[in-house]
């Protein structure tokens, strides 16, 4: 049974490649436009593998993060930041939230897909 | 015989004649007419008998009958004849005389002529008898004359009660003036003892009198009467009872004498010795009387007192004086007594001593001399000893002053009243006062030495001072003729302690050490005086109570208030605003209190109050006992000092202000770079991150995906670069005009073409979706403005228009110009703006909450706004979710 991952991401284009990407691995993708739409879903899909972008509308990143780690049903579940904000300015606000990896846009398939695996084979 | 009877009858009418008078001078008659004859008988008159019942008639007349006459003259005669011729017949003595007569006739015939001649003798002897009878009965007349005035006269009263019940009783008329005239008649009728009259407490002794002379036939007593005037008298009362030869009382007969002076003066002797002995007993003087020999016969309390504790010695009458006094005073006592005794009068000192203190005594020993012989002498002695040691004291100050008096340095002459010299000090310049050379000496008057010319200028000095002013002057005056002198002279009355005026005083104080001092004092204080007033400073003084008491002249230029409008004034509430008041006033109670102050900085009012600020310091001022009298003040004009160090402050602040807000700018900047780069290359890695993404994609699974999967993807690489490069552009727009290098250019604009082009070429760049409706509402064809900023600043809003209005299909372009502004504005209808967005609309890469679905770069407002702000220029947002926003932009319009 394929791994299943929540890839969040508000830009359209951004969220078509990483979706598309993962499915051709092998994962089943559950794409999000926007915090709020991801956190809807959650609530009867849990993943095992959130990939979350930090701004965006509705519902950013953090805040995502924040009621998944509120939520004991999916607390649980690892996260993976993937943003353009360079990681320094966020490192600690990350690791208080127990965040798994930080993905830093951009970067190539290679190394997504690595992070990805290293994180699921846990 | 005829003779006899002729002679009888002539000396019954001599006893006739005289019963009227007091019976001793019908005694004496009786006697002298028996001693020229014997009657043949006598008639005797009847008062006479009575009243003289000690008249012997028998032992008289012998065996010769006696005759009484009573009844009137006439009668009396004729009676008296008859018992004559009866008498003569009968009477023994007749027939013996008649035998005698018959002897005496026959010798007369014997002798017959010598009869003759006696009888012619016998004329004449009668002759002589009747000159002789008549000129005795004148004498016997003035006698009883005589007689009954001494007796009515007299002052005593002499009274005689009858008491054989006939009821002769008598008092003289003296009574009536000491008794009363009623009294008087009483007693003559009733013979009461004027018992009314006697005081009630003085009655027993006239009765126990009359008591007594019932019993002993004699009494007198003392007793008072009253007065009419209701005092009393004093009388003196002698009585004794007359008995007859069987010792039958026949009268009680009495003298009553007024003894009122006489006891009145005994009461007043006796009130005065009273007092005396009061006195005597009592008087501090210690008085002793002692006989010719010196023994004591009287001595007082004070004496006793005396002796016993001096002399230890209680004096005894019967003493000698000397024996006791102390023993050294013996001798002296001794002596001084004997002197007293030779008639002197010794006044002396004594000095005792008890307890080691001096008693000191003035004695007088005084001889009592009686017809020319001293009987007695008494000493007198007082105790002057407070007297002695104030006079001990009073001569050693009058010593003192002396001394004072003649070793000043000052000249002091004493004047009496009328300018007599009393005394004057042994101090040489009086000559110099007086421009004399006469040496001067008391007793004499003071104008004799004043010149002439001067003297009535001196008088009007001395009546000055008599009228109670006391004159003080300082003279320059020649001494000696050597040189000018000064003198301070001063005149003043001179009073006794009981402001009796005793004269005056001169009294001359040499100056001239003063007067050298005092013009080197002036001479500095004037230099001083100067450097204050000249120096270049503001300085001026205050007295104790604030009020300024000098005021030089740079005060007087800086403030504008000369000196004579300062002094007087208190330079706080003169000079100072409200404020300093308080302040100030505990500084000036500081220096004033001996604590300097320096330094400080006070702003003064001048006249046109103007602030001129003055760095002050205070200094307390000392008079020559160092007590402090006020303070001075020196400042310091540090107006223009203040002005320039206000602008200099004035300066660094603004700079300073500036600085920091060059400074706040640049670090705005430069945070504003910061995140402006941060958001740029976020907004870069998106679409890196599809390219990335894509390209990836595209080289891992070319051999498994479509060659349509493969354009679609390259398709979106392509859209993400011109993403990119459009995104590029804004961020070098932004950065232009951040680094300023973005200038206006402007130019001529063709309102209508520019629009017209800018409208179609949106509707093309934004596919057609919208048609623009272009309305134009301009006077002026063209404005003066930059079109390359307008250009951007249109297409900004045209694109964001057609990107947020998706539904719609058109949007509105509104041009207006005038002379002054152009206004755009573009309204579109669409999905509108949050209100809590608007904002930060303008913020680089800001995007409203419902933009995310709407591709953008989130620069393009703030692009509009920089432009805007390029042009001076403003921008207005209206928007309503659901139905579209207006945005308006105006740009005014310059004019060369």
Redesign the interface.
């Known amino acids: 049974m394929p791994k299943k991952i929540m890839v969040v991401e ?2 359209p ?2 969220l078509q ?2 979706t ?2 993962l499915t ?1 691995e092998g994962y089943d993708v559950e794409p999000c436009s ?1 915090g709020h739409d991801a956190y809807r879903k959650l609530a009867y899909s849990k993943p095992d593998l959130i990939i979350t972008d930090l ?4 519902l950013d990143g953090f805040a995502l993060i924040e009621k998944i780690k509120q939520d004991k049903t999916m607390q649980h579940i690892p996260v993976a930041i993937f943003s ?3 990681p320094h300015e966020n490192e600690a606000r990350a690791l208080s939230l127990n965040v798994q990896a930080f993905i830093k ?6 190394d ?1 897909h690595e992070i990805v695996k290293s994180i699921l084979d846990k | 015989m005829r003779i006899h009877h002729w002679l009888c009858i002539l000396f019954c009418l001599e006893l006739l004649f005289s019963c009227n008078r007091a019976s001793s001078s019908g005694k004496l008659s009786a006697e002298f007419s028996y001693a020229v004859m014997v009657p043949d008988i006598v008639i005797v008159h009847a008062g006479m008998a009575l009243f003289q019942p000690d008249f012997e008639v028998e032992r008289i007349t012998g065996t010769q009958p006696i005759s009484i006459l009573l009844g009137a003259f006439v009668c009396l005669l004729v009676l008296s004849a008859v018992v004559m011729v009866f008498a003569l017949r009968k009477s023994r003595a007749y027939r013996e005389l008649n035998k005698r007569h018959e002897a005496l006739l026959i010798t007369n015939k014997e002798f017959a002529a010598a009869n003759e001649e006696l009888k012619y003798t016998n004329q004449k002897l009668e002759d002589a008898h009747v000159k002789i009878a008549e000129q005795t009965q004148t004498i016997l007349r003035q006698k009883d004359e005589q007689l009954n005035r001494v007796l009515d006269s007299s002052q005593d009263i002499i009274w005689s009660i009858d008491l054989t019940g006939a009821g002769k009783h008598y008092i003289s008329r003296s009574a009536t003036q000491v008794l009363g005239d009623n009294v008087r008649g009483e007693l003559l009728i009733d013979a009461i003892y004027w018992q009314h009259l006697v005081l009630e407490e003085d009655w027993p002794l006239k009765e126990e009198a009359l008591r007594n002379v019932s019993l002993d036939g004699y009494a007198e007593c003392t007793y008072r009467i009253r007065t009419a005037d209701d005092g009393y008298q004093w009388l003196f009362e002698k009585m004794h009872v007359v008995d007859d030869e069987n010792g039958m009382p026949l009268r009680q007969e009495g003298i009553i004498v007024d003894i009122t002076n006489q006891k009145k003066a005994e009461e007043i002797i006796l009130r005065y010795q009273q007092q005396i002995d009061i006195i005597f007993s009592n008087t501090q003087e210690n008085i002793v009387l002692m006989d010719f020999t010196g023994k004591v016969l009287l001595f007082n309390k004070a004496f006793e007192y005396f002796a016993e504790a001096v002399t230890g010695v209680r004096p005894v009458v019967g003493k000698y004086i000397w024996d006791i006094t102390t023993k050294d005073r013996r001798e002296v006592s001794q002596r001084l007594f004997q002197e007293a005794l030779e008639g002197k009068l010794i006044k002396t000192t004594a000095v005792f001593y008890m307890q080691d203190n001096a008693i000191y005594h003035s004695v007088r020993y005084e001889p009592i001399i009686s017809d020319g012989k001293t009987t007695h002498v008494a000493i007198i002695a007082s105790d002057i000893t407070q007297l002695k040691e104030q006079e001990n004291i009073l001569r050693e100050s009058e010593a003192n002053l002396k001394a004072i008096f003649d070793n000043t340095r000052d000249s002091f002459t004493l004047l009496s009243p009328d300018y007599t010299i009393i005394a004057f000090n042994k101090a040489n310049f009086q000559n110099v006062l007086l421009r004399t050379n006469k040496e001067l000496r008391t007793g004499v008057n003071l104008l004799e030495y004043i010149d002439e010319d001067r003297r009535s200028a001196f008088t009007y000095l001395l009546e000055r001072v008599e009228n109670g002013e006391m004159i003080s002057y300082e003279a320059n005056l020649q001494n000696g003729g050597l040189e000018a002198a000064w003198f301070k002279i001063t005149i003043s009355q001179v009073r006794s302690a009981e402001g009796k005026l005793f004269g005056y005083c001169i009294e001359a104080h040499d100056i001239n050490e003063q007067k050298e001092f005092e013009g080197t004092l002036t001479a500095i204080a004037r230099e001083l005086s100067s450097l204050i007033e000249n120096a270049n400073v503001p300085i001026f003084g205050i007295d104790q109570h604030g009020k300024i008491n000098e005021w030089n002249r740079v005060s007087a230029e800086l403030t504008g208030f000369s000196r004579t409008e300062m002094i007087g004034r208190d330079w706080i509430t003169n000079l100072l605003e409200p404020e300093y008041h308080e302040v100030v006033t505990a500084i000036m109670k500081d220096a004033l209190s001996g604590v300097p102050v320096s330094n400080f900085e006070l702003p003064v009012l001048s006249r046109k109050k103007q602030k001129i600020s003055l760095l002050l310091s205070v200094s307390p001022r000392k008079d020559a006992e160092h007590k402090i009298v006020g303070a001075t003040i020196v400042g310091q004009n540090i107006t223009e000092l203040i002005e320039y160090k206000q602008n200099l402050e004035r300066m660094v602040y603004d700079r300073t202000r500036e600085l920091n807000e060059a400074l706040q700018k640049e670090k705005e900047l430069v945070e504003m770079k910061s995140k402006f780069v941060s958001i740029a290359s976020h907004e870069f890695r998106t679409p890196l991150s599809s390219i990335s993404l894509a390209s990836g994609f595209i080289k891992k699974y070319k051999q498994k995906i479509t060659p349509e999967e493969v354009d679609k993807r390259l398709d979106n690489i392509e859209k993400q670069v011109g993403h990119m490069t459009h995104l590029l552009d804004d961020v070098l727009l932004i950065g232009k005009t951040e680094a300023g290098k973005l200038v206006v250019h402007p130019s001529e604009v063709d309102i209508a073409d520019t629009f017209e082009r800018l409208k179609n070429e949106i509707e093309q760049s934004t596919g057609n979706t919208h048609t623009i409706r272009l309305h134009i509402d301009s006077i002026e064809g063209s404005v003066n403005t930059d079109e390359k900023l307008i250009r951007t600043m249109v297409i900004n809003l045209l694109t964001n228009a057609v990107k947020f209005s998706p539904g719609a299909s058109y949007v509105d372009l509104f041009v207006t110009a005038d002379y002054n502004k152009l206004a755009i504005g573009v309204k579109d209808y669409g999905i509108g703006i949050p209100e809590q967005d608007i904002k930060n609309l303008f913020e680089p890469f800001y995007r409203a909450s419902n933009a995310a679905d709407v591709e953008g770069t989130g620069l393009g407002l703030s692009i509009i706004k920089k432009a805007l702000d390029l042009l001076r220029g403003y921008v207005d947002i209206k928007s309503v979710i659901g139905q579209g926003t207006e945005i308006t932009i105006v740009i005014p319009l310059e004019h060369a």
């Open positions: 508000d830009t284009d951004l490649h990483v598309d990407f051709m926007n701004l965006m509308p509705k353009a904000k360079p846009k951009p970067c190539s398939l290679d997504l």
